[in-house]
């Protein structure tokens, strides 16, 4: 079984400035997907970005980055210009390319708590 | 509807109590999850629906979680005799495909259970 590991139960960033959430992830598979999710209070999971791991280059949406280190099985999540509206829950997951009985369920790490002070 | 629609919101539950938790998933989408997410922590995998049939409830937690598709579309996730343990939030999630692997998931609001 895949696991997901996030070691940051909060994290805390000034508006404007750069962090980094991290993220680390153990499995046999050679192809599969690393996303993170945002989970404000109302609950509802927020796809932020997507890597196909048999992708070299790190994914970019706006102000979100990652760095994929494929070898090290680490996956890091970059917010830049951070603002307000950033706070909330980041969830760290993984998903298989091989479709199962479970279908393509995702294994979530623990999560971070980001905070976003004025 | 527009995403995965959940109801109701919030749940109390005298233990004991039986409860139904519904789930609207995105109209044509094939596959349908039930997460659990206990407080503090990220969602667990529960179960997995292609159309109406469930192919895997690996991680219902005991016999007293059951849930159905009968149609489809609408789901439900039942829970008998509730307990102090099964207080968490319910997590919805539909994706258009099925064996489609560049397929993304769409979640619901979820359900908070809180067993008193």
């Known amino acids: 079984a895949q696991t997901v590991t996030q070691s940051q139960p909060e994290m805390s960033v000034q508006e404007a400035e750069t962090v980094t959430l991290s993220c680390t992830y153990d499995t046999s598979e050679s192809d599969y997907y690393l996303f993170w999710y945002k989970q404000p209070p109302s609950r509802q999971m927020i796809l932020v970005i997507r890597q196909e791991a048999y992708k070299q280059q790190n994914a970019t949406e706006n102000r979100f980055s990652v760095n994929f280190q494929k070898a090290a099985k680490s996956f890091s999540l970059k917010i830049s210009d951070s603002q307000l509206g950033d706070a909330a829950m980041y969830f760290c997951?993984?998903?298989?390319?091989?479709?199962?009985?479970?279908?393509?369920?995702?294994?979530f790490g623990k999560g971070t708590s980001l905070l976003v002070t004025p | 509807g527009a995403g995965v629609s959940q109801s109701p919101r919030y749940k109390v539950a005298k233990r004991g109590q039986d409860v139904a938790l519904r789930c609207d998933p995105i109209s044509g989408h094939v596959s349908l999850f039930w997460y659990q997410q206990a407080l503090g922590q990220g969602p667990e995998f529960l179960t997995y629906?292609?159309?109406?049939?469930?192919?895997?409830k690996s991680g219902l937690p005991s016999d007293r979680f059951f849930a159905e598709r009968p149609e489809g579309s609408v789901s439900t996730l039942k829970i008998q005799r509730t307990q102090q343990e099964d207080s968490a939030v319910y997590l919805c999630?539909?994706?258009?495909?099925?064996?489609?692997?560049?397929?993304?998931?769409?979640f619901g609001q979820g359900t908070r259970l809180t067993v008193v």
């Open positions: 997951a993984y998903r298989s390319m091989s479709f199962s009985n479970s279908g393509y369920a995702l294994n």
């Open positions: 999630a539909s994706s258009r495909g099925a064996r489609t692997e560049n397929t993304e998931a769409f």
């Open positions: 629906f292609q159309n109406e049939a469930q192919l895997d």
